[in-house]
Structure formats: structure tokens, C-alpha cells
């Protein structure tokens, strides 16, 4: 008799331990999603900060920004960060990979798991709705130039949004994110420094 009580408290003990592990379970693996999450924000803005670096430096080796684009008008032509005949320029300041083939396309980086980098010259002002806030005359001004990495997933966008500015706001603040759709094709534009449209 004593052996089969013993053999019930085995069977109780060997339940509220593999309870207690399926908890610390659930506890780790939410821990672990979230950190998985936060390094994928810190590395997005980590290479959008590096552009705006490499932006920088040209400027101050060459005395000049990288040309505009006369097409694309708000688009900056960051191939000149890998080769450019701009004297005093000393680069490449960014390694990176044009991407694609067609314009304007080509203006911008390949971005490893998303789909591109690029730098863009936009209005400070509320975006609301329309994002297309170019800074394209005198009268946009103040401007800035943006950093904007897209097909950001819209849950990561988000949280880069929050991280930089405390709250999620599409239209206002240092991050501003936006989609062609209100669907898919996140994109986040990141403020970097200021611009005057001269």
C-alpha cells in the first residue's frame, strides 16, 4: 500500500514540474520573440543611420551633396556614395548594391531581407494622408533629408516609429510610415538631418 502512495506522489511531483517548465516555456519563447523583434529594429535603424553617415561624409570630402535626380526630383542619387568623379570625393562611403535596373530605381540600395534603402529630401510638415510632401521648391521648406528603407513588415515599421518617437504617428515626428496601400509595402522615412532647398 505504502508503494503505490509513494508512486502517486511521483506521478503529482512529475505533473507540477512539466507545468512549471510549459510555463517557463511560454515565458522564454515570448521573451526570445521579442528580443528577435527589438535586434531587427535596432538593425533597421542601425543602416539607415549608416547611409545618412555615409551622406555626410561626401558632403564634407566634396563640399557637396549628391546630386538630385531631374527626374525623380526628391530623390537623392546615392550611387554617388559608391563611385562618383565629384572632386575631393574619397569613397566608396557606403557599400552598397544598386538596386534594380530601371529608374528610379537605380537611385537607390538593395536592402538585404526587405527591399531597398534610399534618401529622399521631404517637408517637415504634417504628412497626413500624403506623403508625398516633396522639397522640391523653396516653399516646402523646412525640409530634411529622409532615410527610407522599404517593404518593412507594418508590425516592424511600427515599432521603429515607437523606439524613435515614443508613439506611433504616421504623418508626424522623426519617423513617419507610410504604404501605397494602407495594406502591404511598408515603408519607414526616417528624418536624418535638416535640408534647405535652395
Known amino acids: 500500500m505504502n508503494i503505490s502512495k509513494k508512486g502517486a506522489m511521483f506521478g503529482l511531483d512529475a ?11 511560454v515565458i522564454s519563447g515570448a521573451a526570445l520573440y521579442s ?3 527589438e535586434s531587427k529594429v535596432v538593425a533597421i ?22 546630386e538630385f535626380d531631374s527626374v525623380a526630383t526628391n530623390h537623392m542619387d546615392a550611387r554617388q556614395l559608391v563611385s562618383s568623379s565629384v572632386d575631393g570625393w574619397k569613397g566608396p562611403y557606403y557599400a552598397g548594391e544598386q538596386n534594380g535596373s530601371t529608374h528610379p530605381q537605380t537611385l537607390n540600395f538593395k536592402y538585404p531581407s526587405y ?12 504628412w497626413g494622408n500624403n506623403f508625398l510632401n516633396n522639397c522640391v521648391t523653396a516653399a516646402a521648406n523646412p525640409c530634411s533629408l529622409y532615410i527610407i528603407s522599404t517593404f518593412i513588415p507594418k508590425n516592424l515599421a511600427e515599432k521603429i516609429d515607437e523606439k524613435i518617437d ?10 513617419r510610415v507610410y504604404s501605397d496601400d494602407g495594406v502591404t ?14
Open 15 to 25: 505533473r507540477i514540474a512539466l507545468a512549471i517548465f510549459g510555463a517557463l516555456s
Open 35 to 37: 528580443a528577435i523583434q
Open 185 to 198: 509595402n511598408w515603408s519607414v522615412w526616417m528624418q536624418y538631418r535638416p535640408y534647405t532647398y535652395k
Open 45 to 66: 535603424i542601425t543602416e539607415m543611420n549608416e547611409l545618412g553617415k555615409a551622406v555626410d561624409a561626401f558632403e564634407l570630402d566634396t563640399g557637396v551633396l549628391p
Open 115 to 126: 527591399d531597398y534603402i534610399g534618401i529622399r529630401r521631404m517637408s517637415n510638415s504634417s
Open 166 to 175: 515614443g508613439t506611433v504617428d504616421s504623418s508626424n515626428g522623426k519617423v
